[in-house]
Structure formats: structure tokens, C-alpha cells
């Protein structure tokens, strides 16, 4: 019992400054925000408010719509021209095995 609490203290200690059974105090990381709360001005170009965001997604996401749309066309027109292309190519066939035969039976 006596090495677990030893183990505990010594833990807790790496890893804040406060001692056990004294109250725990958030001290702030100065690496992230230079110790000042995070208070800079909010007129700074790095900043958006809630309701730009919203709008700037929207329209992202209107333009992803209509490239998606155009895409779709083209491949809706792909699909057409391979339909016709099929099409002719069929009758082209049938007309030339219709000729064959035609001939065919006129030499027997």
C-alpha cells in the first residue's frame, strides 16, 4: 500500500504542478495561444464568422452540383451517340446478311 501511494505522488507529479489534495488550477499552454486567452481581433482575415462559413459552403457546394451535372450530361450524351453508333452498326449488318442471302438463293 505504502509503494502505491509512493507511485501515485510520484505520477502526479510529472504531470502537473499541483500537489495531491491541493486544488487543481488550469494554467494555459503559452506554446498555443501566447498567454493572452486567445483574445486577437476578430476583424483579422484568418477569422469567419458562423454565418460566412455557411454561406461559403453553400456555394461550394452549389459549384460541386453543377460540376456534377455537367458531368452527368456528357455521360448521358456518350450514351446517346453509343446508342446510335449500335444502331447503325446493327442495320448495317442486317442489310449486308439480307443482301448475302438474297444472293445467295438467286445462285441456287
Same mark, same amino acid.
Given at each position: 500500500? $505504502?509503494? $502505491?501511494?509512493?507511485?501515485?505522488?510520484?505520477?502526479?507529479?510529472?504531470?502537473?504542478?499541483?500537489?495531491?489534495?491541493?486544488?487543481?488550477?488550469?494554467?494555459?499552454?503559452?506554446?498555443?495561444?501566447?498567454?493572452?486567452?486567445?483574445?486577437?481581433?476578430?476583424?483579422? /482575415?484568418?477569422?469567419?464568422?458562423?454565418?460566412?462559413?455557411?454561406?461559403?459552403? $453553400?456555394?461550394?457546394?452549389?459549384?460541386?452540383?453543377?460540376?456534377?451535372?455537367?458531368?452527368?450530361?456528357?455521360?448521358?450524351?456518350?450514351?446517346?451517340?453509343?446508342?446510335?453508333?449500335?444502331?447503325?452498326?446493327?442495320?448495317?449488318?442486317?442489310?449486308?446478311?439480307?443482301?448475302?442471302?438474297?444472293?445467295? $438463293?438467286?445462285? /441456287?
Amino acid at each position: 500500500m $505504502e509503494n $502505491e501511494d509512493n507511485l501515485i505522488q510520484h505520477d502526479f507529479g510529472k504531470h502537473t504542478k499541483n500537489s495531491p489534495g491541493s486544488p487543481a488550477y488550469f494554467t494555459t499552454h503559452t506554446r498555443y495561444n501566447n498567454g493572452n486567452g486567445g483574445g486577437n481581433n476578430m476583424d483579422d /482575415k484568418g477569422f469567419v464568422t458562423h454565418t460566412e462559413l455557411k454561406l461559403s459552403n $453553400e456555394k461550394l457546394l452549389h459549384h460541386m452540383d453543377n460540376q456534377f451535372n455537367r458531368l452527368g450530361n456528357k455521360i448521358d450524351g456518350q450514351k446517346v451517340w453509343m446508342l446510335k453508333e449500335l444502331s447503325a452498326t446493327a442495320i448495317f449488318i442486317v442489310t449486308i446478311l439480307g443482301f448475302l442471302i438474297t444472293i445467295f $438463293e438467286f445462285l /441456287k
